[in-house]
């Protein structure tokens, strides 16, 4: 069982900054990637930005240059900082991990979500 929580969202003005952390614990013997996604209400759910161990960070066209994510030293933990906020990022950010845990059964585990709202 793999536990992933979410800290960090909030309300911010357009042009803002807000971070998010995603911190994994459990039964984690390596996790391969861990990500960051979102939904916004009537739409589907979306990657953002997401860290593969072997190979580094891919983000969303929407968010280049204005989000950067990155790994804990532990490589238990996922952060997102978000600049140059905007109301389309509105929405409820989802924290993503895969691995495998206790006996190499591979997991794939999601936060609850936190919300971030920038208003229009």
């Known amino acids: 069982q793999v536990e992933l929580v979410e800290s960090g969202g909030g309300l911010v003005q357009p042009g803002g900054s807000l971070s998010l952390t995603c911190e994994a614990s459990?039964?984690?013997?390596?996790?391969?990637?861990m990500g960051w996604y979102r939904q916004a209400p009537g739409k589907e759910r979306e990657l953002v930005a997401r860290?593969?161990?072997?190979?580094?960070?891919v983000y969303a066209d929407s968010v280049k240059g204005r989000f950067t994510i990155s790994r804990g030293d532990a490589q238990n933990t996922v952060y997102l900082q978000m600049h140059s906020l905007k109301p389309e990022d509105t929405a409820v950010y989802y924290c993503?991990?895969?691995?495998?845990?206790?006996?190499?059964?591979?997991?794939?585990?999601w936060g609850q979500g936190t919300q971030v709202t920038v208003p229009s």
């Open positions: 459990g039964s984690i013997f390596s996790i391969n990637a």
């Open positions: 993503n991990a895969l691995g495998y845990g206790e006996n190499f059964r591979p997991f794939d585990s």
């Open positions: 860290i593969i161990t072997s190979s580094g960070a």
